[in-house]
């Protein structure tokens, strides 16, 4: 069973207390930097609101709670895409809503999860809107998202939103300690959680998914591309290995760490393993240049987001060229 993690108390009471008052509202937004743990406190609030015996967490052992556990809970809808990286589909939606139509198996509340909720397609999100303008009784919505800007206005205003802050440093630096040590894992906590931008479990997969090691092997190959030792085209081949999402995440954290490294060298930075190579190169490239390449990226950034089929291969070796096109520049 999913269980609240240390830096979520206050939101939980803050529902809790809202569910005691009556005033729960019967869509939820839940929202904040990726990797906080929404998820996880979504499926426990779920779990609460299942539960036949609940004292502020479901209580772990009536029928419901066992049905959560075996992971087949018939009042429990949960809706994502069918594919990484893919969009939640018009059926998907009319499928839950289809079941919230009929009256609820364990005779309480029915429960839908979507995450992320941003990837609702225009006709998915406008299926699911009717369901948040005329809520029926027992129902609960939960829609969880990191980037709730893409969703529209309408949806936006008919949930009440909710906003994960990141734990503290020491605070996520003892929970992220902690599973290290559960998973047997030697990376240093205070790297992974830079890279993760401070939200704990996105730093946990970082230490425990390949992440880590395919962001050492793009890094190498990044400084050996800036450093002359590769050429753009071939650059560019060592990226297929990559989704393009992933090297445009860790280039903008590089440019970002080079842009902090122009104004002292004592700023700190994100990618701290890195600083002697980040501040080699910002020693190389002035401020307009870097950016100028910035821009470049931010531009493949858009049309990647807009989900566009574009050829990897020729966009990289593109930006690789303009890079290199920068520096030379000088
Ligand atoms: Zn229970």
Redesign the pocket.
Known sequence: MKTILPWQKAEWSYLASRRAQGKLSHALLLTGLEGLGQSDFAHAFA?SL?????NDI?????S??QLLAAGNHPDLLVVNPEAKDKLIKVDQIREVISELGKTSQQGGYQVVIIEPADAMNIAAANALLKTLEEPAQKVQIILISSKAAFLSATIRSRCQQLVFKSPTNMLAKEWLSSKLALHNEQADPDLLLSLAGGAPLKALQFATADASSERSAFANAFFAFANGKLSAINFAEECQNYPLSFVLGILLSFIADMLKLQVSLASPIVNIDLRDNLQHLAAKLPLANILEFSDKVVQLVAINSKKININKQTALEALWIELGRVQKSN
């Open positions: 779990a299942l539960c036949q015996n609940p479901a209580c772990g052992s009536c419901s709670c």
